[in-house]
């Protein structure tokens, strides 16, 4: 079974609004990265966040951490066409073995 | 370029068949790995590896063979076709366990179909 689930499965929303989307998983991680992938192409790493941080920033995402409740959220703010793709949360032990969920599909319109 | 290098990028093959995914990497990264990704689904990892010379299953692994005989290379072979083995794979690998965390570089996919 699959380590991290997204939340929601799809996202609508226009350019300028600002993307919310959550993983939850089920074991204790080293590390927490996010990942994106547009339409037929390899993914693409945007942020890890490690284990005892709480928050990170990177740009226009801000990713935040709550090991308690085994939880992740990926805010894209200011959202563009170009962020139209798929975002994964993966999980990652200390070797770097990843645990994919099965992503949110977002989809910005101008 | 740097990076991780698979191929081919399309192939087609008949039940029954087999074949060998190719996957190199020239970052000198010690852990490699393979995923499936099937429509609607995130990656699941197949097979994967902390070094020359060791493998291990992931969470998908039947139907699926790998080795690696050095560290750039770590293919995958399909021993015998099936329908249900029609997917995109990527091939991916990361730096050193220095006990530091590290981001994955993923190859740009081969898309198998089995007919």
């Known amino acids: 079974s699959q380590q991290g689930e997204e939340d929601p499965q799809a996202l609508s929303i226009q350019e300028g609004e600002n993307a919310t989307m959550n993983c939850s998983y089920k074991?204790?991680?080293?590390?927490l990265q996010w990942y994106r992938q547009n339409s037929g192409r390899g993914l693409v790493h945007l942020i890890l966040?490690?284990?005892?941080?709480r928050e990170k920033h990177s740009g226009r995402l801000r990713v935040t951490l709550d090991t308690s409740k085994k939880s992740s959220s990926l805010l894209i703010t200011a959202s563009r066409a170009a962020d139209t793709a798929s975002y994964f949360c993966?999980?990652?032990?200390?070797?770097?073995?990843?645990?994919f969920g099965a992503g949110t599909q977002v989809v910005v319109t101008p | 370029n740097a990076g991780v290098t698979q191929t081919p990028k399309f192939q087609v093959l008949k039940t029954g068949q087999s074949m060998t995914l190719q996957c190199a990497q020239d970052?000198?990264?010690?852990?490699m790995s393979w995923y499936r990704q099937d429509p609607g689904m995130g990656l699941r990892l197949i097979h994967y590896?902390?070094?020359?010379?060791?493998?291990d299953q992931g969470e998908v692994p039947n139907g699926y063979n790998v080795s690696r005989s050095t560290t750039e290379d770590f293919p995958l072979r399909l021993l015998s076709a099936a329908p249900s083995q029609t997917s995109v794979y990527f091939c991916?690998?990361?730096?050193?366990?220095?006990?530091?965390?590290?981001?994955?570089?993923f190859g740009q996919g081969t898309r198998l179909t089995v007919v």
């Open positions: 966040i490690r284990s005892n941080e």
């Open positions: 991916a690998s990361s730096g050193p366990n220095t006990g530091l965390p590290v981001d994955a570089f």
């Open positions: 590896s902390v070094g020359a010379g060791i493998t």
């Open positions: 074991t204790s991680i080293n590390n």
């Open positions: 970052m000198n990264h010690e852990y």
């Open positions: 993966a999980t990652s032990d200390s070797w770097g073995k990843l645990q």
